[in-house]
């Protein structure tokens, strides 16, 4: 028999770049597509990522990070490219929001660049928050957005439109494979206890029994997405047929107030917190429901976790990561 020469690989076996791969959603994808048989390189230049979140992935035969910054041009040879590098928070993505433009628009032509030189597939992780605030609810994607070009949040909103634009301008004008996903807030374990983002917040103030912090009148909406839910639709989005190119709403429909998630958390942890109202940032969005009739009807996907379910896993996860480093904090005050 003829021996492979040791660089080559079984034509089956999917060689899948994820870029944001150390981060909250690019781990969970990479666990994924790890179990499911694939390669992963994973790139990330750990801004909001972390090398914790891919630990148990470090020693995965078909496992490779590497520290790269998306922002400059990447050569790799690859089958898929899941593109997921941006701070997704707004406390993180507003602390540097030149940085956060460049990330969204020049790491959108970087990595369409290298979809286009090795005839790889592409995915954008795009965002709701493009619908800006939205004056047509629940948003369809047809619906085309109410943005503020100039306010605290368009360096990532106008970014990642920006980044959609080039994904269609690459597709007509190249024939770049492209999918597009509008992800609405999703949540669950691995997201960083200080990510700023609304669960994380909660679910930590809670289980510490500190104030829970409303912003505003706490009556804004949103609608929540579990973390496996929307994995499950990235996936059916990439793998789904090639006419199926987005933009595609993923996100759980279900919506609920601020005040009502708040009220959620401290029932599940049993806290002693109370609400503690701050002003409410700028250009915060009103309200935000998907409408994925879309992702049912082409992919066959929908939102399964219900918010209180959801939310109890990652309780737990939290619970349990918070234990350890109290415990370490402890004992490092204690020697
Ligand atoms: P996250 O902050 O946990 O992960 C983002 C990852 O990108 C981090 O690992 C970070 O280090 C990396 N990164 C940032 N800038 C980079 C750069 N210039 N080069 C390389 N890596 C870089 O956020 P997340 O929730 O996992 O979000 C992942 C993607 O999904 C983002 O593009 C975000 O805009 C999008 N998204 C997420 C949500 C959500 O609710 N989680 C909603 C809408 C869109
Ligand atoms: N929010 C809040 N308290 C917090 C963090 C966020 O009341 O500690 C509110 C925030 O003003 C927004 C909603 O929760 O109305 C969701 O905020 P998040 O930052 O999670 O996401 P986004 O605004 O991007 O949807």
């Not at 959108?108 to 090795?118: E, S, V, W």
């Not at 200080?194 to 994380?200: C, F, L, N, T």
């Not at 109202?277 to 250009?283: A, V």
């Not at 990561?321 to 004992?331: I, Q, W, Y």
Request: hydrophobic share 35%; glycine share 8%.
């Amino acid at each position: 028999m003829n021996k492979l020469p040791s660089n080559s690989r079984p034509k089956s076996l999917r060689r899948i770049l994820i870029t944001g791969g150390a981060g909250f959603l690019g781990s969970h994808l990479t666990e994924r597509l790890l179990a499911r048989g694939d390669e992963v390189l994973c790139a990330d230049n750990l801004f909001t990522g972390s090398k914790d979140n891919i630990r148990s992935f470090q020693t995965h035969p078909r496992f490779e990070f590497l520290r790269h910054d998306v922002t400059l041009p990447l050569h790799v040879e690859v089958d898929e490219i899941y593109n997921l590098a941006c701070p997704a928070s707004p406390v993180h993505y507003q602390r540097n929001p030149v940085q956060t433009i460049k990330t969204c628009v020049h790491g959108a032509i970087n990595l369409l660049d290298l979809a286009l030189r090795t005839d790889a597939k592409i995915l954008q992780a795009s965002t709701s928050e493009v619908y800006g605030h939205p004056n047509q609810h629940p948003q369809v994607e047809s619906y085309w957005g109410h943005t503020n070009p100039i306010g605290l949040r368009a360096c990532y909103d106008e970014g990642k439109r920006c980044a959609e634009t080039l994904f269609f301008d690459y597709h007509r004008q190249h024939g770049v494979a492209i999918k597009v996903a509008r992800i609405f807030n999703t949540y669950g374990p691995r997201m960083h206890p200080d990510d700023g983002r609304v669960v994380s917040n909660f679910i930590v103030q809670a289980l510490r029994h500190q104030p829970i912090t409303l912003f505003g009148d706490g009556q804004q909406t949103r609608s929540f997405c579990y973390v496996d839910d929307l994995i499950e639709g990235l996936i059916a989005l990439m793998d789904g047929p090639a006419t199926v190119v987005g933009p595609v709403n993923l996100g759980n429909p279900s919506e609920f107030t601020i005040a009502q998630l708040a009220a959620l958390v401290i029932e599940l942890t049993g806290s002693r917190s109370t609400l503690t109202y701050r002003p409410l940032p700028s250009d915060d969005p009103r309200h935000r429901c998907p409408d994925i009739t879309l992702a049912g009807n082409t992919l066959g996907w929908t939102a399964r976790v219900a918010l209180r379910e959801g939310l109890a896993r990652t309780i737990r996860y939290f619970d349990t990561l918070l234990a350890h480093s109290d415990d370490v904090r402890g004992n490092h005050q204690g020697a």
